[in-house]
């Protein structure tokens, strides 16, 4: 599958890109294509218009509207920012629709905190939803996200990387059954 992986985060010291780097090394290894769409290096003006309304679509929402386009499903890795997912994110978002029209979007946040960012996560849910796609009910928190690295990047808690495996699986098991069915539409097989 093509997953674009969708860095929520654009903090000088940002901790987020950390659980995005580990999710597409083990999804590369599993043999999908990862497309990363970090913020950071796609800066998104505000938001006037979106994609299909906008008179003069800024080049850089057109390519990342492409990027999106061709991906088969989603992953949104954000922080929680006093309650909710950040507004880099939001921002993104809504310039766009058909780009996740169903679509499974997988929701991955990270808190300094214990909670791992919940309540991101449910807040983003509902606006996954709005768009037309398919939350993944799996999610996945990372809570403590400063200390929740070791120098390989590997996860030094078990419980999260339990969990991290465990997104994983569920996220490749509906993504890839609503991708097939979808060919099965294209192909009539
Ligand atoms: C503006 C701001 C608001 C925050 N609000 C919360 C919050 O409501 N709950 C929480 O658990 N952590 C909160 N934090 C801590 C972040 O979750 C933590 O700094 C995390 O590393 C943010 O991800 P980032 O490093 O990618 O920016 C906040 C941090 C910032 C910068």
């Given at each position: 599958?093509?997953?674009?992986?969708?860095?929520?985060?654009?903090?000088?010291g940002r901790q987020s890109q950390k659980i995005a780097h580990y999710l597409q090394h083990n999804l590369t290894g599993q043999g999908h294509h990862i497309?990363?769409?970090?913020?950071?290096?796609?800066?998104?003006?505000?938001?006037?218009?979106?994609?299909?309304?906008?008179?003069?679509?800024p080049a850089v929402v057109q390519d990342l509207?492409?990027?999106?386009?061709?991906?088969?499903?989603v992953i949104m890795v954000t922080p929680e920012y006093h309650g909710s997912f950040s507004g880099v994110l939001k921002n993104a978002l809504d310039?766009?629709?058909?780009?996740?029209?169903?679509?499974v979007v997988g929701i991955v946040t990270v808190s300094a905190g214990k909670l791992g960012g919940?309540?991101?996560?449910?807040?983003?849910?509902?606006?996954?939803?709005?768009?037309?796609?398919?939350?993944?009910?799996?999610?996945?928190?990372?809570p403590e996200v400063y200390g929740a690295f070791n120098e390989a990047q590997e996860l030094?808690?078990?419980?999260?990387?339990?969990?991290?495996?465990?997104?994983?699986?569920?996220?490749?098991?509906l993504a890839t059954a609503i991708t097939e069915k979808k060919q099965q539409a294209v192909t009539g097989i």
């Open positions: 599958m093509k997953i674009a992986i969708i860095i929520g985060s654009i903090r000088q497309d990363l769409v970090d913020l950071a290096a796609t800066p998104l003006p505000m938001l006037e218009e979106r994609v299909g309304k906008h008179p003069q679509l509207s492409n990027r999106l386009h061709a991906a088969d499903a310039y766009f629709y058909s780009e996740f029209s169903r679509k919940i309540n991101a996560a449910t807040q983003l849910q509902h606006v996954i939803l709005s768009l037309g796609a398919f939350p993944l009910p799996t999610k996945l928190l990372v030094t808690s078990d419980i999260t990387t339990r969990s991290a495996q465990r997104f994983i699986d569920e996220f490749q098991w």
